[in-house]
Structures are given as C-alpha cells and as structure tokens.
C-alpha cells in the first residue's frame, strides 16, 4: 500500500488572509510544511492540493515532480468543508 501525504493549502482562509503564502524567513510558510513531508522520506508520493492554481504553480516551480500537484474544486474549498470531504474529492 502506497502512503501518500496530503497537503491541503486553501487561499481563501478567512483568520490570516493568504497565510499559506505569508513569507517567514524569506519563504512561503506552507513550504515548511512541504518540507517537512520530503525530508521524513516516509511517504511515497506528496500530494498538494489547493484551490488556487497560482499557489499550485509557485510550489511546482519550487518543488517540481517531487510532488503531485491537484486543483481542488471549490465545493470541497470552503469553510464549512472538513478535511474528509476534501479527501474524498482527492480519492
């Protein structure tokens, strides 16, 4: 069985706007996190999901095929979405 790692980065995050891409010692914060999840060499495929293909695009730019990059569809981005609705989209 494949273990895979999903990285759930939302733009429309309503307590810190943008805090994904917020830059903390001249990075993005989610890479920290994106990191984290290469460095551990725990999983076999990383997996980014966001709602925002400019965020898909700054961390394919930084992270290439390393990961897997997936467009979330905005039903699945909101609020009121929990994260096992988001993987269910994802699976």
Do not use: H, Q
Not at 2 to 29: E, Q, T, Y
Not at 33 to 62: H, P, Q
Request: with cysteine; proline share 1%.
């Amino acid at each position: 069985m494949k273990k895979v790692s999903v990285i759930l980065i939302r733009k429309s995050s309503k307590g810190l706007l943008d805090k994904n891409m917020k830059l903390f010692c001249g990075r993005p914060l989610c890479f920290y996190t994106i990191d984290v999840a290469i460095d551990s060499k725990k999983f076999d495929e990383i997996w980014i999901s966001s709602d925002s293909e400019e965020y898909l695009n700054l961390c394919e730019g930084e992270y290439g095929k390393r990961c897997k990059y997936i467009k979330r569809a905005k039903e699945v981005s909101l609020d009121s979405s929990t994260t096992f609705e988001t993987l269910e989209f994802l699976f």
